[in-house]
């Protein structure tokens, strides 16, 4: 539809994305935990894709933003390097995996340092975590299958001492909880090991996270939106009976590691979003999540009373509605389509949009791209 008529999309993005869409927007409900992953930046995904088109289908990056619909779990980015050293000294399984040695090294190379600033420190420190990971990960089948299962024998007996109690962001409890949970959808998996090394993440409704290229993850339980740039490619290494890459996900990852609430996204006012009295008297909104990069932002309305309405002002770019809960309408120009949970619509640039509530509670969710476009001045960039 956009590569035969471009000004859909406007002049300018189809320049720039060669009459492609520039993002894709999914609502993903997991009920089964989704593969321990990484997307390619942009250079890394070129390589890629001409060394093994199969496996990495196109030449793009793929950063990606999740906003929870439902109460969400999962593993995104390294954990804290503190947490990572008490997990080595307090789950001997873990330990017995990487090796004495390594897990040695890793310890020394970090110790009086593992949150200093110094570029100099940090870049030690990435270095040690990825020897330890790659160590890891490049673990023998049959002695990742060992020590699972005396893991599980231990998340099975300790319970809320599982682990030396837990860490600082995780309890001993929820941890062997989550052990046990996982070996029961993929047993004896390399990814009931590296969840000690990833920060364990949950989200409440309305809580999104961005992942830059190269940020590890994987997604457990939840329904989510997730919006991405326009990309097929995964490196993938644990949870999944699909192709896996653990030489290409050990040597691209940025080792960044951090407490989870630096990932989490900060949400502001979309203001330009108009409401009428009757949403801005049942507290309705336009919230809008802008990750730092030009393919997509999301704003997410929720009209709380029938006759709430939401004006979209007209934008130099292409958008996609897509209703999570509720019904409305949607006005286009002189066109109005009915809007039921589950529906999606596209927007074509210049077009101005009206969401209406006929409900009491009525959501959507609207991606979209405008260069150098109004939503960047909302966050003061």
């Known amino acids: ?12 993005i189809t320049q720039r994305y060669g009459g492609k869409l520039p993002f894709l927007f999914k609502v993903l409900s997991i009920r089964k935990a989704l593969s321990i992953q ?24 793929k950063p990606e933003m999740t906003i929870a ?11 804290p390097l503190t947490e990572i050293s008490h997990f080595l000294s307090t789950v001997p399984s873990l330990r017995n995996l990487i090796g004495e040695t390594a897990a040695k090294e890793f310890e020394t190379s970090i110790k009086g340092h593992e949150a200093s600033e110094l570029d100099s420190d940090t870049e030690k420190n990435k270095k040690a975590l990825q020897t330890a990971f790659s160590a890891l990960m490049n673990a023998a089948k049959t002695k990742v299958t060992e020590a699972a299962k005396e ?26 909880d989550l052990v046990l949970r996982l070996n029961s959808q993929f047993e004896g998996d390399i990814g009931l090991f590296v969840l000690f090394f990833l920060n364990y993440v949950k989200l409440e409704i309305g809580e999104a996270m961005f992942l830059k290229a190269d940020d590890i993850h994987a997604y457990l339980s939840g329904d989510i939106i ?7 490619n995964v490196v993938r290494a644990g949870f999944t009976p699909k192709f896996k890459d653990v030489p290409t996900l050990t040597s691209m990852l940025t080792y960044s590691y951090a ?48 006759g709430a309405k939401a004006t979209f002002e007209a934008i130099e770019g292409p958008s996609i509605f897509i209703c999570t809960s509720g019904q409305g309408k949607i006005s286009v120009g002189p066109k109005t389509e009915e809007v039921k949970e589950g529906y999606v619509f596209f927007v074509g640039a210049t077009a101005e949009a009206i969401l209406e ?20 001045i909302a966050n003061g960039d």
């Open 1 to 12: 539809m956009v590569q035969d008529n471009q000004a859909l999309m406007s002049r300018e």
């Open 38 to 61: 990484a997307h390619p930046n942009k250079k890394l995904a070129e390589q890629l894709h001409s060394k093994d088109s199969k496996n990495y289908p196109d030449d793009n990056h």
């Open 69 to 79: 619909i439902t109460p969400f779990d999962g593993l995104c980015g390294f954990r």
């Open 151 to 176: 893991l599980v024998a231990s998340a099975k007996k300790d319970g809320v001492d599982f682990a030396g109690s837990g860490g600082r962001t995780n309890g001993g409890q929820e941890l062997a």
């Open 226 to 232: 997730e919006c991405m740039a326009s990309s097929d």
């Open 259 to 306: 407490p989870i609430s630096e990932q989490k996204m900060h949400p502001v006012d979309y203001p330009y979003a108009t409401l009428n009295s009757t949403a801005y008297s049942s507290s309705s909104s336009a919230t809008l999540y802008d990750p730092p990069i030009e393919e997509f932002s999301v704003v997410k309305t929720d009209l709380k009373r029938q």
């Open 357 to 376: 509530s006929t409900s009491e509670d009525f959501t959507t969710f609207k991606a979209f791209c405008e260069l150098n476009g109004k939503e960047t």
